[in-house]
Each structure stands twice: as structure tokens, then as C-alpha cells.
């Protein structure tokens, strides 16, 4: 892998490779991109939170179990999607997860970007407003003692 600092250039498309950097940093470097690609749980919840568009490329499991993961958090993420919006989306995130050829998904995902950019905003505010796992937990017991 090219090391940090390095800058590759290909076509319309650079890419600078960043050093490790500390959560703050991570966070801020999502919140100041147009689009995360991000990889693993971890960075999918932060990505989440920056409210961007966002490209998951899910931790390969046995048995492919990684597949199902993404397929239901897609039907979660997509359900108010319009049906374009929805299917660019599923189909740019399968084939980035199938290491397959992007260029078939990706002009109908940039169409539906700007669609995809007011989604991210609405999901990262919905995401806000939940309770904290710790929270639900103490109402799960506290139901269960009654």
C-alpha cells in the first residue's frame, strides 16, 4: 500500500493518502468531505454521524455473512429513499463490497447524490435524537422488575 503523504493521480480522480488520525480528526475529516468511504463498523457508525453521503465496504465474514449485514441495514437506510435514490445506492455499495467494476453504478449514483446528501442530513438527525444503548437498557430492566 502507498505510503501516508502520497498523492496518486488518476484520471479526474486524486487520491492523498492520510496518516493514522485520532478520532477528533477522523470525525472532522468525514464532516468535510462531500462523500466518506469508510470501511468497518466502527468508521460506518462515525460516518453515519457526519451526515454525508456515505460508501460501506463491510469487514468480509465467513460464509459471507457480511452480505446480509449490509442488505439490512440498506433496506433500514433506503426505506425513505425515492426508488431511484435507493437502487444507485444499493448498487454502488454491493458491487464496492463485491470488489466488482464501479463504473456501471456510478453515474446513476452521482444523479441521485444530491438526494442522497438531504438523506444523510435527516438520518445523521435522526440518529441524534435516539437514546443511548445504557439508557435503553435501564428501561429494558426497569420493565422487566415491574
Do not use: I
Not at 53 to 78: G, I, M, N, S, T
Not at 134 to 146: I, P, T, W, Y
Amino acid at each position: 500500500p502507498p505510503a501516508a503523504g502520497t498523492t496518486l493521480m488518476r484520471d479526474a480522480l486524486t487520491l492523498h493518502v492520510l496518516p493514522m488520525l485520532d478520532l477528533d480528526a477522523y470525525d472532522r475529516l468525514l464532516w468535510g468531505c462531500d462523500l466518506n468511504f469508510v470501511r468497518g463498523e466502527d468508521s460506518f457508525v462515525r460516518a453515519q454521524f457526519a451526515a454525508r453521503p456515505l460508501v460501506w465496504q463491510a469487514y468480509r465474514q465467513e460464509e459471507d455473512a457480511h452480505f446480509a449485514k449490509l442488505e439490512a441495514f440498506l433496506r433500514l437506510y433506503c426505506a425513505d429513499l425515492s426508488h431511484d435514490g435507493a437502487a444507485a445506492l444499493g448498487t454502488l455499495w454491493q458491487a464496492w463490497n463485491r470488489e466488482q467494476d464501479l463504473a456501471p453504478a456510478w453515474a446513476a449514483f452521482l444523479d441521485t447524490l444530491p438526494e442522497l446528501k438531504r438523506h444523510a442530513d435527516v438520518w445523521s438527525q435522526t440518529l441524534a435524537r435516539q437514546t443511548d444503548l445504557a439508557a435503553n437498557l435501564v428501561k429494558f430492566c426497569n420493565k422487566l422488575l415491574k
